[in-house]
C-alpha cells in the first residue's frame, strides 16, 4: 500500500500536521524522511524494514552511511545523505544543550551524546569530556583506540588536553563493542588512575559513562566514582 491509498488522516505527512509529531510511529517519522519506496514495496513499509535491519531507532541513529549503503533502496547518495544528516544534527542539537547548561542538570544527555559517538564503533574509543567551571561541554575528544588498560590509556596525554582546554571538571567515557556496559575491573583501575592524576591539577571526575549499542551506564549513578 503507498501513501496515497491511505485516508488523508492516516498518511504521516497530514497526521504530523493535524496532530503533532508526537503522534506518528518511528516508521512513519523514517517514511516522511524517505518519502519514496521500491519497486513493489511502499515506503511504510521499507521504513519498518530499515528500522527491522538496525534493531529499532537507537541502532538506526548510529548507522554510518556504509550501514545504510547496505539496504535496499538506500544505495544511492541522496537519502543516505540525508539520514546521516538527521543523524548529525542530533549531535550538534545534544553537544549544543550541554554547552549551555551543566551537565549534572542533563545527566540523560551526556549519555545520549556520548552513546550517539560511540556507541556503534566496532573498537573500544576512550574518550573525554572537558568542562569549564559551571560544569558546561567546552569539547570532547577521543584520545585513545584499541583495547582499555591503564598502560594503554595515558594519564599524562589525558592531563595535557584538560590543561590546553583549562578545564575544571571531566567524563569520561568509553564503548564496550561486545554491548555489555557494565565496568570491568580495569574499567575501575583506570578511573581511580586518572581521578587520582587529574586531582593533582584540581580537575575533578565527574563521571565515566560506558556505552554500548543502545545503552549507556553511568559509574556516578552506580556509585562507582
Known amino acids: 500500500m503507498t501513501l496515497k491509498d491511505l485516508p488523508p488522516d492516516a498518511r504521516p505527512r497530514e497526521k504530523l500536521l493535524a496532530r503533532g509529531a508526537g503522534a506518528l510511529s518511528d516508521a512513519e517519522l523514517l517514511a516522511l524522511l524517505l518519502r519514496t519506496g521500491t519497486a513493489g514495496r511502499g515506503v511504510l513499509q521499507m521504513a519498518q524494514e530499515v528500522l527491522d535491519s538496525f534493531g529499532g ?23 543516505r545523505a540525508e539520514l546521516v544528516a538527521v543523524l548529525e544534527l542530533a549531535r550538534r542539537a545534544l553537544a549544543e544543550q550541554l554547552r549551555t547548561q551543566p551537565v549534572f542538570e542533563t545527566p540523560g544527555a551526556v549519555k545520549d551524546y556520548v552513546q550517539l559517538q560511540l556507541g556503534q564503533r566496532p573498537h573500544e574509543v576512550f574518550a573525554v569530556l572537558f568542562l569549564d567551571s559551571q560544569h558546561r561541554l567546552i569539547a570532547l575528544e577521543e584520545l585513545f583506540r584499541g583495547t582499555l588498560s591503564q598502560t594503554s590509556v595515558y594519564p599524562r596525554e589525558v592531563a595535557l588536553r584538560a590543561l590546553h582546554h583549562h578545564a575544571a571538571a571531566v567524563v569520561l567515557t568509553h564503548n564496550h563493542p561486545s554491548g555489555s556496559v557494565q565496568p570491568s575491573r580495569a574499567d575501575e583501575v583506570l578511573t581511580q588512575t586518572l581521578k587520582t592524576a587529574l586531582g593533582l591539577l584540581d580537575v575533578r571526575v565527574l563521571d565515566h559513562v560506558i556505552v554500548g549499542p543502545g545503552q549507556a551506564l553511568s559509574m556516578a549513578e552506580q556509585g562507582a566514582l
Open 57 to 79: 531507532l537507537a541502532g538506526l541513529l548510529h548507522a554510518s552511511a556504509d550501514d545504510l549503503k547496505r539496504i535496499k533502496g538506500l544505495g544511492g547518495s541522496a537519502k
